[in-house]
């Protein structure tokens, strides 16, 4: 399966939407790759505005 990342969020999924977002726009073009656990303790995920668990791009293209 292939994973794409989604353009607004930075979501990774091999769905053909995002499940965090419902945005259509996935992108095969990212890199990195962080793993949001608890997002309301997370430094990270305050910076990146996730609000949602799971696997992020760190940069989508």
Known sequence: MVEKACKKCKRIT???????CG????????????????PDKSEIA????????GRYALKVR
């Open 46 to 53: 305050k910076e990146m505005n996730i609000e949602v668990p």
């Open 14 to 20: 091999t769905k053909r939407k995002c499940p965090t």
């Open 23 to 38: 945005n259509q726009e996935l992108s095969m073009h990212w890199v990195g790759v962080v793993i949001i656990i608890d």
